[in-house]
């Protein structure tokens, strides 16, 4: 099974003073976040990936303890990236 996340809630991008990419959660994000535990309680997780930016790791983030497993960057997933390119890789 492939599970597909969006990142949760960053605020808004225009109050960010920094790129983009480095835009952190918002404190209602962090709640969404650790919302996925339970929300994925029963589905097997093998691996985790993610663009390479910071709300898309936070978002991830408490997984890994409760599943053991690691986050690994993938550039296919960051903005602007081929979509044919990604629907390829196996």
Do not use: K
Not at 30 to 40: D, F, N
Not at 58 to 77: E, K, N, V
């Amino acid at each position: 099974m492939f599970v597909l996340v969006r990142h949760a809630h960053a605020g808004e991008e225009n109050r960010w003073p920094g790129p983009d990419c480095d835009r952190p959660l918002s404190t209602p994000g962090y709640w969404q976040a650790r919302s996925l535990v339970p929300a994925l309680t029963g589905i097997e997780l093998r691996t985790m990936s993610a663009s390479p930016t910071t709300r898309r790791h936070q978002t991830l983030l408490p997984l890994p303890a409760a599943r053991g497993l690691r986050i690994d960057d993938h550039p296919l997933l960051a903005v602007g990236a081929p979509l044919d390119q990604l629907l390829a890789v196996r």
